[in-house]
């Protein structure tokens, strides 16, 4: 599978007794809507990822770290599924990162291309989770990355993509939407540093891009459209 060249593996994510607890603790002493006081010394995708895991939760990332009920937006992408009047969330740590230190307020042209996946290439085995990502290549060398707001939201009212099935593969997307308002249990403010993969962020040709998904849909990640 070529795309497998381009995507980059979750660092080890083993969480001991103590980290557990540590993040029980810190997530159970947050009052409701408010912002936690992280102070621990653990990556903070690994407090987010852990919140997924353990409970029926999401997690949406923003520039904005005023909201105090997150609402549907419509989205454009070319994934029917990706461009709706939604929440768009995810259950997975780093990427949600992603989303929230990318300063798309302020740079302009600059688009997003990313994915985070699971394979499941026999009832076995599953590769994941698995990384990529990209933005418009004019904004990239401007450093565009600022501070940014992690909402954490109930899981209940929430979506996820429906796996697709390629060259013999499963493809399990940590993707979730969902049409209804949401008041968040948290909010954990993220910067850049946090993000793991700050150094392997693809620039892209938005034009070529546009052009590669309309002729090729199946031609992920479109490697002709990166700069490199």
């Not at 290549?137 to 009212?157: F, K, M, T």
Request: net charge negative; proline share 8%.
């Amino acid at each position: 599978m070529q795309a497998l060249d381009f995507l980059l593996s979750q660092p080890s994510f083993n969480l001991a007794a103590e980290q557990q607890a540590a993040f029980e603790t810190l997530i159970n002493s947050t009052p409701a809507n408010n912002f936690v006081d992280y102070r621990l010394t653990y990556p903070k995708w690994q407090f987010l990822s852990y919140l997924c895991q353990s409970r029926e939760l999401v997690l949406h990332g923003s520039q904005n770290e005023g909201i105090d009920i997150v609402k549907p937006k419509r989205a454009v992408d070319a994934k029917a599924f990706s461009a709706q009047e939604a929440i768009y969330a995810t259950t997975d740590g780093i990427w949600v990162i992603y989303f929230a230190i990318v300063d798309r307020k302020n740079f302009s042209p600059l688009s997003l291309f990313n994915s985070c996946m699971n394979i499941r290439v026999s009832p076995d085995e599953v590769l994941g989770p698995l990384y990529f990502f990209s933005i418009t290549h004019s904004a990239l060398l401007q450093n565009p990355w600022c501070d940014g707001v992690v909402y954490i939201l109930p899981r209940e009212n929430f979506e996820q993509e429906p796996a697709q099935h390629m060259l013999g593969a499963e493809i399990i997307f940590a993707h979730w939407i969902s049409p209804k308002p949401e008041i968040p249990i948290a909010k954990l403010s993220v910067q850049p540093q946090d993000f793991p993969f700050i150094a392997h962020i693809h620039g892209h040709n938005d034009e070529k891009l546009t052009q590669l998904i309309a002729t090729d849909p199946n031609g992920f990640p479109w490697p002709e459209a990166l700069v490199t």
